[in-house]
C-alpha cells in the first residue's frame, strides 16, 4: 500500500538546523510531488512548500523562503525538509504528504500523509 | 490567521446531522476545488473528501460535501462517536496567499 514514513522526533536550540526525512513506498516516486505542513502545537494546518520528485522543482511558502530547503533523494525515494535558524514558534509537528493532481493546475490533493514528526525548538 | 475561514467548534449528538462550513474568496473556492481532511486525536490528518464532493474509497457515505460560490460545507449525517474529531477545508490559492491554503479547522464533539 502507499505509505509515507518519517524519521523520528527531534529536539534542536534555537539557530540550529533540522533535517526530517520521508521515505515513499508502495508507489513510483517520480510521478508525484511531495508537500510539507506543519501543525503548531494546539494549533491548524500549515502548508510549508511543495518539491516535485520529478525534477526536484519547489515551491515554497512565503514566510519561509530562505529557511527552508526541500530535496529528494530518488535512488531511496526519500525527500527531505531542512529548516534553519529555528526559533521556539517552529516548534511543531512536520507532516510530509503525497500530492495528487488532476487535470487542472489547481487541482491537486494531499494523499496520503506521514505519520508525523515532531520538532521540539528549546534552549 | 488562516485564509479560509472555519468556525472553530461544532457539536452533536449520536445519530444527528451536522454541517461544517468553509468560507474563502474568488481567488480560493471561488475557483478551485475544495478538500477536506479529518484529524483524529493524536494522529496525522487523512483525506476525506477531494474535487468538492468525491469520497476516496473506504470513506462512509454519511460523508458529503458542496460547494457554492466562494462557500463550501461538509455534512456527516447519522454521527458516530468515532466522527470526534478536528475537520479541515483546503483549496489552492491563485494568490500571493497560496499555493495552498487551509481552514483554521473546526473541532467536532459528539455529545
Known amino acids: 500500500q502507499v505509505q509515507l514514513v518519517q524519521s523520528g522526533a527531534e529536539v534542536k536550540k534555537p539557530g540550529a538546523s533540522v533535517k526530517v526525512s520521508c521515505k515513499a513506498s508502495?508507489?513510483?516516486?517520480?510521478?508525484?510531488?511531495i508537500s510539507w505542513v506543519r501543525q503548531a502545537p494546539g494549533q491548524g494546518l500549515e502548508w510549508m512548500g511543495w518539491?516535485?520528485?520529478?525534477?526536484?522543482?519547489?515551491n515554497y511558502a512565503q514566510k519561509l523562503q530562505g529557511r527552508v530547503t526541500m530535496t529528494t533523494d530518488t535512488s531511496t525515494s526519500t525527500a527531505y525538509m531542512e529548516l534553519r535558524s529555528l526559533r521556539s514558534d517552529d516548534t511543531a509537528v512536520y507532516y510530509c504528504a503525497r500530492v495528487n493532481r488532476g487535470v487542472s493546475i489547481g487541482e491537486s490533493w494531499f494523499d496520503p500523509w506521514g505519520q508525523g514528526t515532531l520538532v521540539t525548538v528549546s534552549s | 490567521q488562516s485564509v479560509l475561514t472555519q468556525p472553530p467548534s461544532a457539536s452533536g449528538t449520536p445519530g444527528q446531522r451536522v454541517t461544517i462550513s468553509c468560507s474563502g474568496s474568488?481567488?480560493?473556492?471561488?475557483?478551485?476545488?475544495v478538500y477536506w481532511y479529518q484529524q483524529l486525536p493524536g494522529t496525522a490528518p487523512k483525506l476525506l473528501i477531494y474535487?468538492?464532493?468525491q469520497r476516496p474509497s473506504g470513506v462512509p457515505d454519511r460523508f458529503s460535501g458542496s460547494k457554492s460560490g466562494t462557500s463550501a460545507s461538509l455534512a456527516i449525517s447519522g454521527l458516530r462517536s468515532e466522527d470526534e474529531a478536528d475537520y479541515y477545508c483546503a483549496a489552492w490559492d491563485d494568490s500571493l496567499s497560496g499555493p495552498w491554503v487551509f481552514g483554521g479547522g473546526t473541532k467536532l464533539t459528539v455529545l
Open positions: 474568488s481567488s480560493n473556492i471561488g475557483s478551485n476545488y
Open positions: 518539491i516535485s520528485a520529478y525534477n526536484g522543482n519547489t
Open positions: 474535487r468538492n464532493n
Open positions: 508502495g508507489y513510483t516516486f517520480t510521478s508525484y510531488g
